[in-house]
C-alpha cells in the first residue's frame, strides 16, 4: 500500500551526507500544531522530558521518537519526522532520555543505550490515558537501540503495535570500535564534550573525572557502566546491545541501516534474527552515511517517507508523505 521509493542520495559520500543531514535547515511552520512540554515521572528519582503535538482532525495513532546519542526533540532528523507525522494524522511524542533536555538535575542516574525502563513507563502511562490509539517507536541512533530493546522484552505487548529503527548500533561493542576510527575523529571528539558537559551539568561529576577518557568506549568504562552497576564497557555493550531481543520481538519491525555508515559496521545486520524472525525486515540502501538518507529527488528525508510508509502498511491506511522542498520548508 505505502511502497518506499528506492534511496537515490544526494551525495554518495557518506561523511558529507551525515553531515548535510545534521545541519540541513527544517523550516516548518508548527504553529497548527501546539506543544505540550512535559515532566513523566518514570520512577521515584526520574524525570524526563517529552514534547507532544497533535494532529489537526482525528488521529489515526501515535508515535514516540527517540533520539541519539547527546540528541533531543530538536535534534533535526526529529523534528522532520514530527512534521511529517502531524501532517499523516499521528500524535508526536519527543521522549527525551533522562538527564537530556535540561533534566540533568531531575535524575540520579545517566541515560544508556540500553535503558529501557523510562520508556517502558512513559508507554505505560499513555495508554493509560486511554485514547486506545495503536503506539509505534521511531528511533535514530542509540534510540533505536532502545526502541528495539524494549520491543523484545515486551514480546506480545499491546504497549506497542510495531517499531522503526534508523541507523543503529544493534551491536554496541562493534559501533564503538567503528566510531573510534580515525575517520570518525571528529565526529567522536564531538560527542565526547558534549557527554563530559552533559555529565558535569548533573553536579555529580567534575572535570577531573574525566581525566584519560578521550573517547566513548573510556567514558563508558568509567562512568556509564560503573553507575549501573554493569562493571565497565565491555559488559555494558554486551548485555545492552539490541541484538540480544531481536528474535523476542513480536510486533512488525523495520530497520533501515545504511550500507555506508560511517558508525556502525553493516556486518552487525547479519544477525541471525534478521533472517529467521518474520516481523522483522531490514532495508539497506548501499548509501546513505549515518542518518544522513538526504534524497537527491522529491522528498528530501528520505528516512520519513519510509518510516511512515511502513507504519502504514501496519494500520492499513495509506500515508501520504509531503514532496518538501530542498530546505524542507512546509509552504504553509
Given at each position: ?10 551525495t ?15 523550516e ?6 501546539p ?12 524525570q ?9 482532525g ?12 547527546e ?9 522532520s ?25 531531575l535524575?540520579?542516574?545517566?541515560y544508556?543505550a ?7 513507563s ?35 505487548s ?22 573510534a ?11 565526547v ?9 548533573t ?12 573517547t566513548?568506549?573510556?567514558?563508558d ?6 553507575s549501573f ?13 539490541s ?26 545486520f547479519g ?16 548509501h ?7 534524497a ?5 528525508f ?24 530542498a ?6
Open positions: 500500500m505505502n511502497r518506499v521509493r528506492p534511496f537515490e542520495p544526494l554518495r559520500n557518506p561523511h558529507l551526507l551525515t553531515i548535510l543531514a545534521n545541519f540541513w535547515p527544517r516548518y511552520d508548527f504553529s497548527g500544531y506543544m505540550e512540554r512535559r515532566l513523566v515521572q518514570t520512577d521515584p528519582d526520574t524526563v522530558l517529552v514534547q507532544t503535538q497533535f494532529p489537526q482525528k488521529p489515526v495513532g501515535e508515535v514516540v521518537l527517540l533520539h541519539g546519542l540528541g533531543g526533540g530538536d535534534s533535526g532528523y526529529n523534528v519526522m514530527a512534521w511529517h507525522a502531524l501532517e499523516a494524522g499521528l500524535v508526536v511524542h519527543r521522549f527525551h532520555m533522562r538527564t537530556c533536555g535540561g533534566t540533568e538535575k535524575c540520579k542516574t545517566l544508556h540500553g535503558l529501557t525502563s523510562d520508556l517502558r512513559f508507554l505505560e502511562q499513555t495508554s493509560a490515558e486511554g485514547r486506545g490509539l495503536p503506539i509505534f517507536l521511531i528511533g535514530f541512533s542509540l534510540g533505536g537501540n532502545v526502541a528495539l530493546k524494549l520491543a523484545g522484552e515486551l514480546g506480545t499491546s504497549l506497542i503495535h510495531g517499531v522503526c529503527a534508523v541507523s543503529t548500533p544493534i551491536d554496541l561493542a562493534a559501533s564503538a570500535r567503528r566510531i576510527g580515525r575517520d570518525n575523529f571528529l565526529y567522536e571528539r564531538r560527542f564534550t558534549r557527554m563530559k558537559a552533559r555529565l558535569i551539568g553536579g555529580r561529576y567534575k572535570e577531573s573525572d574525566f581525566q584519560g577518557a578521550r566513548i568506549f573510556d567514558i568504562n568509567v562512568i556509564t557502566a560503573p552497576g554493569m562493571g565497565n564497557a565491555e559488559n555494558y555493550y554486551r548485555t545492552q546491545s541484538q540480544n531481543f531481536l528474535g523476542e520481538i513480536r510486533v512488525p519491525g523495520l530497520l533501515i541501516q545504511a550500507k555506508d555508515d560511517t558508525f556502525i559496521p553493516f556486518e552487525s544477525h541471525p534474527a534478521l533472517r529467521s524472525n518474520p516481523q522483522l525486515r531490514l532495508l539497506a540502501p548501499g546513505g552515511g549515518h542518518v544522513g538518507f538526504l537527491k529527488t522529491g522528498q528530501r528520505w528516512v520519513d517517507e519510509a518510516a511512515l510508509g511502513f507504519i502504514g502498511d501496519v494500520l492499513g491506511v495509506r500515508m501520504p508523505v509531503a514532496s518538501g522542498n530546505s524542507g520548508k512546509s509552504g504553509r
